[in-house]
């Protein structure tokens, strides 16, 4: 059992963890998702769904049943309908459920996620293409995430030192919200 079970019966995860599969799913986020969970952090990752744009039940329901949200923002996420679309439910689900979302930037600058520059803009060039109804919206989504406090990859020597900074972040985190919680019930 996590840091936070006991102070929520309804939630199954303490972190839902998403990521762009292609640019950090086999090196840093399982690494970071093995440090999770070798803390006893129940963390949702999505190694096992089916590949494809839209997000399915499953998935929205993990991101419901979550207390908290580590978003990877890694070169190519924005080039990934899926990842954008999870985003906007994940957004969703913070502004109804009041959970923590925590951006980490992998590789790429928080500031070409913010204003969709580089390779973020040049994923939205295609969306337009293709998909434009939904880019303002992921659009927005990506400014109001990028905008939040978070980790910078490129301000570390090395991986293991912002995994471990940031799984101590987490446990710091998880510990503040399960004694909230505790004190409003």
């Given at each position: 059992?996590g840091?936070?079970?006991?102070?929520?019966?309804?939630?199954?995860y303490?972190?839902?963890l998403?990521?762009?599969?292609?640019?950090?799913?086999?090196?840093?986020t399982s690494?970071l998702?093995?440090?999770?969970?070798e803390k006893?952090?129940?963390?949702?990752?999505?190694?096992e769904?089916?590949?494809?744009?839209d997000i399915?039940?499953?998935?929205?329901?993990?991101?419901?049943d979550?207390?908290?949200?580590?978003?990877?923002?890694?070169?190519?996420?924005?080039?990934s309908k899926?990842?954008l679309?999870?985003?906007?439910?994940?957004?969703?689900?913070?502004?109804?459920?009041?959970?923590?979302?925590?951006?980490?930037?992998?590789?790429?600058?928080?500031?070409?996620?913010?204003?969709?520059?580089?390779?973020?803009?040049?994923?939205?060039a295609?969306h337009?293409?293709?998909?434009?109804?939904?880019?303002?919206?992921?659009?927005?989504?990506?400014?109001?995430?990028?905008?939040?406090?978070?980790?910078?990859?490129?301000?570390?020597?090395d991986?293991?030192?912002l995994?471990?900074n940031i799984?101590s972040?987490?446990?710091?985190?998880?510990?503040?919200w399960?004694?909230?919680?505790?004190?409003?019930?």
């Amino acid at each position: 059992m996590g840091v936070a079970a006991s102070s929520s019966s309804s939630k199954k995860y303490e972190v839902f963890l998403s990521f762009r599969g292609e640019d950090a799913g086999r090196s840093f986020t399982s690494h970071l998702y093995t440090a999770l969970c070798e803390k006893g952090i129940e963390t949702f990752v999505g190694y096992e769904l089916p590949k494809g744009d839209d997000i399915s039940k499953s998935l929205i329901q993990a991101i419901e049943d979550s207390s908290m949200y580590l978003i990877v923002f890694s070169e190519n996420y924005a080039s990934s309908k899926r990842c954008l679309n999870e985003l906007i439910e994940i957004l969703r689900c913070n502004k109804e459920k009041r959970r923590c979302v925590v951006p980490i930037f992998y590789q790429v600058d928080p500031s070409e996620v913010r204003h969709q520059s580089g390779a973020y803009g040049e994923a939205f060039a295609q969306h337009l293409n293709i998909n434009p109804e939904k880019v303002d919206e992921w659009r927005k989504a990506l400014s109001e995430t990028a905008s939040l406090v978070g980790w910078h990859s490129r301000n570390y020597r090395d991986e293991s030192e912002l995994i471990q900074n940031i799984v101590s972040h987490i446990i710091e985190l998880l510990k503040h919200w399960s004694s909230s919680a505790l004190a409003k019930n």
